[in-house]
């Protein structure tokens, strides 16, 4: 296993997993990846990483009633709350 | 961000400029949310999260005569945020934590450790309430250079350039911090899922 390789390839795996490298580069760590498990476990946890968070944030925000209405108070702006729809 | 895009245009600038409160409370309707969910991810405290909501948008307040438009309003409201919560940060760990500690150029991007296929995982495991909790916790190990970084871009999903405008960085310093962020957050990650699938039974044997 080209370990030296593996090394010079992590600074673009977040890029690769982004999509976001020339096609050279892209070509080159795939590659890599063929020959290499190790870069590929690597890259799959990160991509898995990066969609578990994507997906935790996908959620709408949820404020508490309570801290919007202290914020609307601080601000001076209770006549503002909850405006009819 | 694309709601928050298409919500933009209904603001009208010379209005907020000129201190008109129902506009600005508008503005405070529409924004108020992503503010208060970036102050948790950011300090995962709730009390915290309320009070750079405040601070937020009573500075959004004071300095919108002085905005320039030059940003979208949602970028300059992420700005001041932004600054409050890495103000707050180092505020609460008590140490002089440089917002730059994370920018050395030079240093190298860590060599993974731990090599272990977890992406099979049940995905009633990957999103527990515990894994989520987990996640979060090791978001807040991340160095607030590269947390702010992070949550710009992979949970409130800025794009590089809005994240290099937020935090006054280059694009290719915002894309470096990214891929270090993440690559953290994999290795946090592995060291909990490989509990996780020791626990259940799920590593083979010859198996790191
Ligand atoms: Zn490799």
Same mark, same amino acid.
């Given at each position: 296993?080209?370990h030296? %390789?593996?090394h ?5 795996l ?7 490298l ?9 590659? %890599?990846?063929?020959?290499?498990e190790?870069?590929?476990v ?7 990483t990066?969609?578990?968070? %994507? ?19 601080? =601000?001076?702006?209770?006549?503002? =709350?909850?405006?009819?729809? | 961000?694309?709601?928050?895009k ?6 009208s600038?010379?209005?907020? !400029? ?18 208060y ?8 405290d709730?009390q915290? #999260? ?7 948008f ?14 979208s ?5 992420y700005?001041?945020?932004?600054n409050? #919560?890495l103000?707050?940060? !180092? ?5 002089p ?17 731990q ?5 099979c ?9 515990e894994?989520r ?10 160095s ?6 992070f949550?710009l871009?992979?949970?409130e999903?800025?794009?590089t ?23 953290r ?6 060291a909990?899922?490989g509990?996780?699938?020791s #626990?259940?039974?799920?590593v083979?044997?010859?198996d790191d």
């Amino acid at each position: 296993m080209d370990h030296e %390789h593996c090394h010079s390839l992590l600074n673009s795996l977040s890029d690769y997993v982004e999509g976001d490298l020339s096609e050279e580069l892209c070509a080159e760590i795939e590659r %890599h990846l063929q020959s290499c498990e190790n870069c590929r476990v690597v890259i799959d946890t990160l991509r898995k990483t990066v969609y578990l968070y %994507h997906a935790t944030a996908a959620d709408p925000p949820v404020m508490p009633q309570d801290v919007k209405e202290r914020l609307y108070t601080r =601000l001076d702006l209770n006549e503002f =709350l909850n405006p009819s729809p | 961000m694309d709601r928050e895009k298409r919500k933009e245009e209904d603001f009208s600038l010379p209005r907020l !400029r000129a201190g008109d409160r129902a506009e600005f409370a508008r503005l405070v309707d529409a924004y108020s949310g992503v503010i208060y969910r970036l102050g948790l991810k950011m300090l995962d405290d709730p009390q915290d #999260a309320e009070d750079i909501l405040q601070e937020t948008f009573i500075k959004a307040y004071r300095y919108l005569k002085d905005f320039d438009g030059r940003s979208s309003l949602s970028t300059w409201l992420y700005r001041i945020a932004t600054n409050e #919560a890495l103000m707050l940060i !180092r505020k609460r760990k008590n140490v002089p934590l440089s917002f730059d500690e994370a920018l050395d150029p030079d240093q190298e991007i860590e060599k993974p450790l731990q090599i272990l296929d977890w992406c099979c995982m049940p995905e009633k495991e990957l999103m527990s309430a515990e894994a989520r909790l987990y996640m979060q916790q090791a978001v807040e190990q991340l160095s607030p250079g590269l947390r702010a970084v992070f949550v710009l871009r992979d949970i409130e999903g800025l794009s590089t350039e809005e994240t290099s405008r937020v935090l006054n960085l280059s694009e290719s310093a915002v894309k470096t911090r990214l891929s270090r962020a993440r690559m953290r957050l994999r290795e946090l990650l592995t060291a909990y899922f490989g509990e996780r699938m020791s #626990a259940l039974g799920l590593v083979e044997p010859g198996d790191d």
